[in-house]
């Protein structure tokens, strides 16, 4: 096929213009203001679409959009301006309705309005760069009706007044209400202007009014009840009949007037504010405080505030309570009360706020290291619990006991304190035999170790070994002996290694000639088996068994402690000794000697001895008699004293220089271990750095870490810097 | 403060500490201390020994260390009579704390209170 000649195709517009008759684009205007006539009458039913719709669009075609368009606009504002006046002479209640009804007939005149003159919105609305028809319609019905001078007042006017009168409780018309705003809401920026604006003005000042009138007569919980139920009722109104972006603001409005303005007056106020809700464990009040509170600025940190202040305060009183420190089990059992109480309201009621706790955690570390007898009087609560409280209790419960003391451990600063009283009741529970149960002592073992490191509990462990070797060690001995003992006393042996048990420097006291033998054959025996040790009876720290009989030949079996022992078998060659007599033959120590004679001679029931004077102080000239007359309906008597107690004053004494100096090289190696590894140091820094390094054992004190560098420069293991002698260096 | 004490002042100091003290022993006895703080301070005026001696024999009681010793120099040379330049956190030794604590309880010294 050959390349053909392309030609190209046109299409020419018609060479001459065609003129509508001017008279034409009048008639056919006619035509569509008669039809708006009808339309705004209600007679559309008679109308044409087609033709309507033919004629408008043939006016814009021919060059007379402007003309239907201003056409468009004077009808439908003439209508509206009537439509206006017969709103305005609306009475009462009928305004909003004829407001509203007339709204609805606009929309549907609109509608069809739209639609017929839908080709000039379309072609000849954008190119000329006006308003679409339905946007006009709506801008219309704003100029001419809303913001009428005499319909946009009274609009507002009766709006707000419907609120009001719903706010005092009446009924009113929400679905009227929910169309008269929605209309606002069409009308673009009128809702917020002409509505929200002073809606939310007007709603302060009436929650101004009403919350001062409330905080008058209400007590905290009443007030905060009604501010909670005002605030959903807003909540409620907004989603019935309000833009839902009103929401946040009137919430905002109602939380400022009824909240955050009298929060002071609230949390403080007398008998029935924060402070007492939580006395009484007011959960529900507490909760509905918190959630409201929550929603102001600084809500939150008021309760904090004040809970911590109450917490402080409490927490300060009962440590210094003498009264509720007589007793130190009973004395722990109110911390780990206390503590449980804030737990069950932080959890109840302060939806399990992380702040909270950290405030409940730091006030109870603050009053517990008020008392610096706190470590003793836990470990004495442990003790307890070990000794008998834990008796018949399931390992689950007794899981739980012991994790609640570990977080009161926690909170002490002087933990090495509790270590050392930790020890000297450990081992008078072990020596004694007086262990509820072995797993819960391991337990509790464990829970120190997962907290302290293995070194705070190693010498703890080495206890109980030496416990079980003792067991194996007395099979041991026993198997060895076999014909010789014969009717002798029974020996049962522990055999502590000095390092892992608390030192109690004791000299061992005389012991009676029949316990003689027997001990010089286990020291044999176990010599024999281990070269290079040295073996000391701790008198202070046994126990006998001795079958004593009385008067008219009641046998009794008397459980006491060796000095006991010792004493008491006196009293089988001779009836009366003196005082003195006793304390030479067998040298116990004078106050452990007292005490013995006190249980002994002074405490009904267990009266084994009878002293003269009957006085119930020892006194260095009293005499002392086996008490024949002596009875209980017992048989087996316990008169040991070897309990752990709360320490007398002196004791406490001594135990506290004991750690003091205990700390002394924890203190050194600290230091030495900084100053290793950053070699010059200013005084401060290494302060700082020791007592952070020191912080989970205890909280050193500065002028001793002062003594201990200096002894250090002493020793030639720092020295001051020539140039400034506030730096130490570190001498390799 | 009458006058700086010379460096060869600081020497004869701090060597007498060390003739002064038993052979083999790491502290100076304190009355062969205070001795020796009479015979330098006469050299080399300071108006506080005879207080700090007092002090000393009241409250310490004990041996003198080098570290004391050499630091004691530096407080009489650098702070004024009034303790109005003694910082607390000076890294003093804890003897010249205490010793500030005992002119200011016995009022000796009216420190200026800021």
Redesign the interface.
Known sequence: MSAQKRRTFKIEAFKHRVEIDPKYAERTWKVLEHAIHEIYNHNASGLSFEELYRNAYNMVLHKYGEKLYSGLVTTMTGHLKEIAKSIEDAQGSLFLEELDRKWGEHNKALQMIRDIMMYMDRTFVPSSGRTPVHDLGLNLWRDNIIHSSKIQSRLLDTLLDLIHRERKGEVINRGLMRNITKMLMDLGPVYQEDFEKPFLEVSASFYSGESQQLIECCDCGEYLRKAEKRLSEETERVSHYLDSGSEVKITSVVEGEMIANHMQRLVHMENSGLVNMLVDDKYEDLARMYSLFRRVTDGLLMIRDVMTLHLRETGRQLVSDPEKLKDPVDFVQHLLDEKDKYDLIISKSFNNDKTFQNALNSSFEYFINLNNRSPEFISLYVDDKLRKGLKGVSEEDVEVVLDKVMMLFRYLQEKDVFEKYYKQHLAKRLLSGKTVSDDAERSMIVKLKTECGYQFTSKLEGMFTDMKTSVDTLQGFYASQHAEIGDGPTLAVQVLTTGSWPTQPSAPCNLPTEIIGICEKFRTYYLGTHTGRRLTWQTNMGTADIKATFGKAQKHELNVSTYQMCILMLFNSVDRLSYKEIEQATEIPASDLKRCLQSLACVKGKNVLRKEPMSKDIAEDDAFYFNDKFTSKFIKVKIGTVAAQKESEPEKQETRQRVEEDRKPQIEAAIVRIMKSRRVL???TIVTEVTSQLQSRFLPNP?VI??RI?SL???EFLE?DKAD??LYRYLA | MASVPSEKFREIYNFAFVWAKEKGQ??LALETAIGMWQLLFAEWHWSLVDHWCQFLQLKHNKAI????WS?LL?FAKTIDLQLSNYDE???W??LI?EFVEYLTENGIVQRPRN
């Not at chain 2, 260390?65 to 004391?68: F, G, K, M, V």
């Open positions: 200013d005084h401060n002028v002062k003594k200096e420069i002493e020793r001051r002698r506030k | 790491k502290s260390s080098r570290d004391t630091q530096e956190e000076g890294a030794p804890y704390d």
